[in-house]
């Protein structure tokens, strides 16, 4: 009884082997009550701001506001002007701060993520002394220019170029970057550059520096509050010490700082789906057709109900991988590793997760907003509502911070990555799901309240590791390049993906049937019911797809029986125990899970 209490923290990528306890999870419901009054200053500011941020004239206004609260520097230490809150915490202000709309949350997340962590991580003592305070007030900005005209998905093929002057002590800058989030108005742009033309290198650079122009604003579909420009570099001198990291390492700069950025778009993705849910609630309320609500009818039950499971899975994923980051980093700076050491090497470790997270953040926030849309009909059509504007602003979601088939492909690449490095053992499992698919299926009936669920968890983990153990094997013999399968990894990242929110949803809802709350476990209940029975669906199908494109005959046929042995989840009436969710949503009148 006691083991169960202490606390087990997964490694990353090591859920696909692991089961976890509830007592291993943090959720929402456990903010105590210093976090309950930030939440509060959170949700405050973003009632004050709202109306202005769809605007780029009021960036600088907005931004300079969430410095004085702190909210800039909640993750930066007070030796360099922040407050250094726990990890928790600061997912928690990323997540209210996510209702905003317009394009402030890009502002925000460009700036206090890529724009400040590399100098965080990366700047020598002098640098961080001399930006990071000003940055984390919020009296400075700070832009990242990795994407140019010609390469984006491929950033290190970036053709900007830095070479070092004649008496040594600057770098000489030339070339274009794209898409600049924050460029119109940034002091400080993080620039990546090929030193002598092929060692790609990391820079803080000044923006008032001589020989720096910047492109129109660029006319786009959504986040129109926020400033996308391009920034040209014509002989820009940058102090030799103005280097962040080491010459030829800046890969590992744009690479480590976007682990971060993946999460933390995670994180403001639950917000938005949160308030765009609720917007959904109140107008489907509100609105009478045929005589009554339209939230009477089915077809809008069954949106609001979804709407609702998927953005309460998101939050619950993304309180568990805040807490994994938040425990590695503890550990870390416990056995000596200075805090940005720590924070780095922590989203290091759980970079698998952090891509899942920002894939399936953005496809949340993305579903979401345009059910917020058809529930609105005609109006949602309208700019007098929200709706269209969050429609328009979700989208960019799929697109930075690496594109979500990049995403897709790294979880992927990364876990079989670990798994070489003999990081974590996934050989052994996957032997073990071979030895049982040769075995005769156990006819135990699940033990416990949840044992259904329970098991079906179980067997999502063993058909990911059927599948990619199956293909990895391929590859081994040299029947497969999985490099060049890429419809295969994504139906495995898909697979991962779903059994790490299926697991973050039962431990949440496991969790929470012990606390004291205002609305009823039987809710909850239906949410993961619902949840499982989608997943074992989609589980069903991407194993089907990958295995049917590289396996055949007597082998494929096996597998095909795993994946009927390993999908034995019972058809739930789903329509009733959606209609038990939007009930409670509708009464509530508002997202109140
Ligand atoms: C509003 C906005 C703000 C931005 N802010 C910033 C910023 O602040 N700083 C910055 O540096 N960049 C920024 N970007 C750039 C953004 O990160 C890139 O647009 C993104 O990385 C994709 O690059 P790309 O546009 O060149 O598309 P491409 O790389 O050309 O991709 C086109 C399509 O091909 C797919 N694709 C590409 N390569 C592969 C592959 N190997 N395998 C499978 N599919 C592939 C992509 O997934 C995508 O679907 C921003 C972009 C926008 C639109």
Known sequence: MEDTLVKN?????????????????FIPEQWDEEQLMIKQTVV???GQVEGKSGKIEHQVELLSLAGELGFLGCHIPDEYGGMLLDTNTVTL?????GAI????????????????????????????????????????????????????SDALAAKTRADLSEDGTNYIINGQKMWISNAGFANVFIVFAQVDGDKFTGFVVDADSQGISLGAEEDKMGIKGSSTRQVFFENVAVPVENMLGELGKGHLIAFNVLNVGRFKLGALAVGGSKKSTDIAIKYANERKQFKQSISNFGAIQFKLAEMAIRSFTLESSIYRVSDMLKDAKDDLVSKGHSYS????????????????????????????????????????????????????????????????????ILSVSMLLKKAMKGQIDIVGPAWNVQKELASMPSMNQPEG???????????????????????????????????????ILMNVSDMMNDCFNAES????????????????????????????????????????????SFAEGDLLAVMLRGVKRFCKYPPQNVRSLR???????????????
Request: aromatic share 10%; glycine share 8%.
């Open 93 to 97: 202000i990323c997540d209210h701060l």
């Open 449 to 487: 309240e949840y044992g259904l669920e329970e098991n079906a968890i179980k067997d999502f983990k063993k058909m990911v590791l059927m599948v990619a153990g199956a293909a990895a094997k391929q590859q081994m013999d040299g029947q497969l390049n999985l490099k060049e399968e890429q419809e």
């Open 341 to 408: 050491d720590a924070l780095l090497q922590a989203a290091e470790e759980y970079a698998v997760e952090c891509a899942l997270m920002k894939v399936y953040g953005s496809e949340v926030a993305d579903y979401v907003v345009d059910e917020t849309v058809q529930v609105h009909g005609g109006y949602g059509f309208s700019e007098e509502y929200p709706a269209a504007r969050a429609y328009r602003d979700a989208r960019i979601n799929r697109i930075y911070e690496g594109t979500n088939e990049i995403n897709r």
């Open 44 to 46: 405050d500011y973003v």
């Open 579 to 593: 209609r038990v969710v939007a009930k409670t949503l509708i009464d509530a009148n508002a997202y109140c899970l």
């Open 9 to 25: 923290v997964l490694k990353g990528g090591e859920f696909i082997i692991k089961d976890s306890t509830p007592e291993d999870i």
């Open 505 to 548: 949803l039962i431990l949440r809802v496991k969790k929470l049937k012990g606390m004291d709350k205002e609305v009823s476990q039987e809710v909850y209940d239906a949410m993961l019911k619902v949840f499982i029975h989608d997943a074992t669906s989609r589980m069903q199908k991407s194993a089907t797809d990958a295995l049917a």
């Open 101 to 152: 709309g317009g394009g402030w949350t890009t502002s925000f997340a460009a700036h206090t993520g890529i724009g400040m962590l590399p100098i965080l991580y990366y700047g020598s003592e002098a640098i961080k002394q001399k930006y990071l305070p000003e940055l984390a007030a919020g009296t400075k900005y700070a832009a990242y220019c990795l994407t140019e005209p010609s390469s984006g």
